[in-house]
């Protein structure tokens, strides 16, 4: 009898811890709608893209041509623009509290400008790849390339791993971010998925179709995957763009 009740009591755990684990059964489809089209400088291996006080921000990658950039997003003309040593593979970024936060990918540093001036403050030394980097307005959110998304604080002590799955299964690759009211948007490497990831549980709560979002007569062999995931607060509009591509694009989602 005790040994029924105890598989019962076993079961019925597998059972809760079941109900858990599916909590991400509903996992909406979008597909975008384009709302308006921008140049974007097909020199851009974008790693990094977000918005500062109505500023659009860009870091770009590749040994020799990482940079950190303002750019006008009604002409995709550069503004202002710094040169990283040649030394240097620049990736993702985000600004916080004022300063401007820039991921190295295997150079183990982080840097840190002042976000207005872009004076230099500060080298941190950083444990592992740096890929893409933003923030819940608290917290630097940076991944790695892998299923995880590292909290960390302004000095890059880490206070939190978030494991981002999907069906229960991890979903890696995980690249730029973008912290889009109360969720993390992340792009999917060397794919034309978005993943929309609940910040507390980690769970991949949608998924956006950006299939031919870049039509294929804008396309050369330079061109390279999508990449980079931009968000104004203050117009509340939401912009996409890939590395080495032409054009950067004001999307809304539309569900499938
Ligand atoms: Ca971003």
Known sequence: MKRIVEIGLISLMFLTLGAVSC?????????LQVVKEYSHDPMAYTQGLFFLDGDLIE???????STL????????????????????????????????????????????????????????????????LTTDGKSLIASDGSANLYFLTEDF????????KMND???????ELEWIDGKIWANVYMTD????INPSSG?????????????RHLKDPYTDVLNGIAYNPQTRKIYLTGKYWKRLYEVKLVEK
Not at 59 to 65: A, I, R, Y
Not at 116 to 128: A, G, L, N, Q, V
Not at 169 to 175: E, K, Q
Request: positive net charge; contains cysteine.
């Open 193 to 196: 998925m978005i993943v929309i």
């Open 169 to 175: 299964r991890p979903v890696r690759n995980l690249n």
């Open 23 to 31: 909590a991400d059964a509903k996992i909406r489809s979008y597909k």
């Open 69 to 132: 950039r303002k750019v006008e997003l009604e002409t995709g003309k550069i503004l202002k623009r710094f040169d990283f040593d040649r030394k240097y593979f620049i990736e993702g970024s985000v600004a916080l509290n004022g300063n401007i936060y820039i991921l190295t990918w295997t150079n183990k540093v982080v840097f840190v400008y002042d976000a207005e001036t872009w004076e230099y403050k500060s080298t941190w030394r950083y444990p592992r790849e740096g890929w893409g």
């Open 59 to 65: 870091t770009t990658g590749q040994f020799g041509e």
């Open 203 to 215: 769970f991949v709560e949608a998924t956006i179709d950006c299939t031919g979002l870049l039509p």
């Open 157 to 164: 002590k880490q206070h939190k791993v978030l494991n981002v």
